[in-house]
């Protein structure tokens, strides 16, 4: 997994495992971030396309009773995964 380089007296990672705790980051440069934050971007992401469209079409689109259903789900989706970010961000390897 990690080999010392003799001449540069510094150790590398050879190879990368994801067991464990670990298997829930994405390790981004030098950074490891939850893997739910990703999940998280993708609701927040169509809570805004939600929003500039109700902007859009006026009050017809927010009256609609489906739209309030994927209000719903987004708004589930997103404080699930706030809630999954933040607990595994408590537990990550220090």
Known sequence: MVAKDPEQDKYQIRAEIKSGILGFYIRV???MIPRFSIYLLFFLFGLLCFIITALER????IT???NWLILLVLFSGIFAFIFESIRIWRLRPQ
């Open 29 to 31: 440069g030098y950074r």
């Open 58 to 61: 006026g009050d017809a689109f």
């Open 64 to 66: 609609d009773p489906f």
